[in-house]
T-cell receptor, first 114, second 116 residues
């Protein structure tokens, strides 16, 4: 059974650019959540996808968007990057929106905006 | 929305001592409380969890207690070892709230250092 894999592991972008982060969910999981973790802080919920539909969104602007594919993998897209977007982006997968079974996290993508 | 407070922010203990980390939550709809360990450069790893129908759960050297009335829960690590050094996060989750509320709300983390 494979875990949650994220790519790339590190990324450097320039302010104003766009970025796409990718996540492969754990085998058998149909739910993917994305979290932003600033340095020294706890992860903050961005949004969740359940069976290819957005199923909840945190306090993030519309320039943060996502997709979930039929194989339940997911992408996080961020447009018009700002310096404050520099963070570790975590993907977590689960079965049935996290109910009963909890979430498994990937190792994250470290995004640096310069 | 849910708010999770976690204390202390840093904790230093001697190898073999016990460590206790405490969290409080605000939303009575939260009923699932996982604890995660995050090592440098890695994602959070679930180490233990508890649901609101249980007051205590233990797994070898790790235990979690939950006081639903007071809305607080704690992580207890006994016989600490240097490899326990990491950042620990508590979180709260509403398993039965429905709608778009299925999300983990995390505390700000506790940096645990176990000195040999």
């Amino acid at each position: 059974e494979t875990g949650v894999t994220q790519s790339p592991t590190h990324l450097i972008k320039t302010r104003g650019q766009q970025v796409t982060l990718r996540c492969s969910s754990q085998s058998g999981h149909n739910t993917v959540s994305w979290y932003q973790q600033a340095l020294g802080q706890g992860p903050q919920f961005i949004f969740q996808y359940y069976r290819e539909e957005e199923n909840g969104r945190g306090n993030f602007p519309p320039r943060f968007s996502g997709l979930q594919f039929p194989n339940y993998s997911s992408e996080l897209n961020v447009n018009a990057l700002e310096l404050d977007d520099s963070a570790l982006y975590l993907c977590a997968s689960s079965l049935d929106r996290g109910r009963l079974y909890g979430y498994t996290f990937g190792s994250g993508t470290r995004l640096t905006v310069v | 929305g849910e708010n999770v407070e976690q204390h202390p922010s840093t904790l230093s203990v001697q190898e073999g001592d016990s460590a206790v980390i405490k969290c409080t939550y605000s939303d009575s709809a939260s009923n699932y409380f996982p604890w995660y360990k995050q090592e440098l450069g890695k994602g959070p790893q679930l180490i233990i969890d508890i649901r609101s129908n249980v007051g205590e759960k233990k797994d070898q050297r790790i235990a979690v207690t939950l006081n639903k009335t007071a809305k607080h829960f704690s992580l207890h690590i006994t016989e600490t070892q240097p490899e326990d050094s990491a950042v620990y996060f508590c979180a709260a989750y509403p398993e039965n709230s429905g709608g778009s509320n299925y999300k983990l709300t995390f505390g700000k983390g506790t940096l645990l250092t176990v000195n040999p």
